[in-house]
Structure formats: C-alpha cells, structure tokens
C-alpha cells in the first residue's frame, strides 16, 4: 500500500512562504504522477498542481506564478514551493499519487487519485 506523509505546513503572514513536502513510501515513486489539492472548511478539495512521470506540470489558475510543485524520485519526495502567499491560501493541503497513466489535463481531478496523505494545515493571517 502507498502511504503518502505531508509536512511542511504552519503560520505565515500575508506575501510570506511556505514548502510543502510529501514523502512516500513506495519503491518506484517514478511511475507515480503526483498532485496537491486543498480543502477550506465547508468547500470542497480542489486541486492545486499536479506533475506528471515525465515533470510535466499543471497548476489551477489560483496559483500560477505563486506555486511550482516538483519531485524527486530519488527521494521519494514531492514538493510544493508557495510564495506571495494570500488568506485565501489558508486550507490543509493534501498531497495526492496516482499510478493510472493519465494525461496530464485528467490530473487535476480528485478522483483519478488513490492514494492520499493525511493533510497538513496552511494558515495565512492577513
């Protein structure tokens, strides 16, 4: 089973910076494409990034030019950079793998993901 752990999260202020780390536990994390959603309280996951077996990376339009997600297979480890960080930013981050060999655009969808972290919680004061 993939067990996926995030870390990384806590309290910033307005325009401050976080990285997000996920490290799975699987052996080929290299076949996995990986993602990162989000969930406020009383709305629904959403996506955030996603990067594909082959580094290709897509971002929700929220996020561009603030976030980049990246991945090293050597570490099993899956990264999110945030910068210029907003309120609206404030959710528990999930990090997300999925082993389907899916285009890039189908990534940004919840439900072509199995495997799950637990989530940590991202707090910007404003």
């Known amino acids: 089973q993939v067990q996926l752990v995030e870390s990384g999260g806590g309290l910033v202020q307005a325009g401050g910076s976080l990285r997000l780390s996920c490290a799975a536990s699987v052996r080929t994390f290299g076949s996995y494409a990986m993602g990162w959603f989000r969930q406020a309280p009383g709305k629904e996951r959403e996506f955030v990034a996603a990067?594909?077996?082959?580094?290709?990376?897509t971002y929700a339009d929220s996020v561009k030019g603030r976030f980049t997600i990246s991945r090293d297979n050597a570490k099993n480890t899956e990264y999110l950079q945030m910068n210029s960080l907003e309120p609206e930013d404030t959710a528990v981050y999930y990090c997300a793998a999925s082993s389907s060999r899916l285009p890039i655009g189908v990534l940004v969808r919840v439900g072509h993901y199995a495997y799950w972290g637990q989530g940590t919680q991202v707090t910007v004061s404003s």
């Open positions: 990067i594909s077996r082959g580094d290709a990376a």
